[in-house]
């Protein structure tokens, strides 16, 4: 047997992930319900295992990704890992963000269509992640939204470069700028999913597309896929270097910190103080 070949999904034994094969379709499901399926550091490297597994595995045609339960496809960062784990030591963002983005091109290049089945809301990076995938199918209940301006982030591994390229500049300026909650319906009319349906049609949907998909040769599909691709992996590779970097620096900003701690405290933000902060005369020694 060629060691160039995919595993049992038994032989991971992931803890954040849901693996499944069934004939020629791969799922996988993001399985922290309890956070909305916040994406945290374990979670990104088994699903970057996983990627590579479906590259691998010559009987998989298809991989389609959702979120576990009804609430959540996926909020994106954890951002009480991120409270935990770099208020304190902000350079090791650098080392968290740098699988993020390996994580994330691994599904964007896997070699395979894939299918996002949004069962429920999208948010920050989970916007991304959806992204990231060829087709979306959306159930009718669920909205999309981004928040980092809000809460201490920048959305810029995949919504400041794509969003403009699906939706368009001004639509783009309005998910991340303004923060508004943009329904399933709004976001099927703008081009951001395929298809949206009622929610007891999901998996039949998903199913159905994939089916299209499969019926299709594999070779002339993952060459198509690559050139679709051009203008995605042309944004990306210009500007995520410079994204991680900045993002390292500026975890130990007071703005960044004090969206950080908000959140993980369950407390508004008070803008006006940090805007009045930065107008407030230096002292002088």
């Given amino acids: 047997m060629s060691k160039y ?6 032989s991971f034994h992931f803890k954040t992930i849901l693996y499944e094969k069934k004939e020629w379709l791969a799922t996988i499901t993001l399985n922290r319900p309890e956070v909305h399926n916040a994406i945290n550091f374990q979670m990104l490297k088994e699903l970057s295992i996983a990627f590579e597994d479906v590259t691998w ?3 998989i045609a298809v991989l389609v990704i959702t979120g576990a339960g009804k609430k959540a496809f996926c909020t994106g960062a954890d951002i009480k890992e991120w409270n ?16 993020f983005l390996e994580t994330f091109e691994r599904l964007r290049n896997i070699g395979k269509p894939t299918i996002a089945k ?12 959806q992204m990231s995938c ?9 909205y999309f939204k981004h928040v980092g301006t809000s809460r201490g982030s920048v959305p810029s591994a995949g919504a400041t470069q794509w969003l403009p390229l699906i939706i368009g500049e001004r639509r783009a ?3 991340i700028l303004l923060g508004d909650d943009v329904s399933a319906k709004q976001a099927k009319e703008w081009g951001l999913v395929n298809e949206v349906v009622p929610r007891k049609n999901l998996d039949k949907s998903v ?7 499969y019926n299709k040769l594999p070779e002339c599909t993952r060459y198509a896929k690559e050139q679709l691709n051009f203008w995605k992996n042309f944004s990306w590779s210009l500007t995520v270097g410079h994204l991680r970097d900045w993002l390292t620096v500026h975890t130990s900003a007071p703005e960044i910190i004090e969206g950080i701690k908000a959140f993980n405290e369950k407390r508004p933000i008070d803008y006006a103080k940090l805007r009045n902060e930065t107008i407030k005369p230096a002292k002088r020694k």
């Fill in 173 to 175: 300026r309005q998910m």
């Fill in 5 to 10: 070949t995919g595993k049992s999904p038994s």
């Fill in 207 to 213: 199913a159905t597309m994939a089916e299209k998909l």
């Fill in 134 to 142: 060829d087709l979306a199918v959306a159930a009718d209940d669920i």
């Fill in 84 to 99: 935990e784990d770099f208020v304190a030591h902000p350079n090791d963002f650098y080392k968290w963000m740098g699988v």
């Fill in 57 to 59: 595995d010559n009987a």
């Fill in 118 to 129: 949004l069962n429920g809301i999208v948010v920050g990076g989970g916007n991304e992640l």
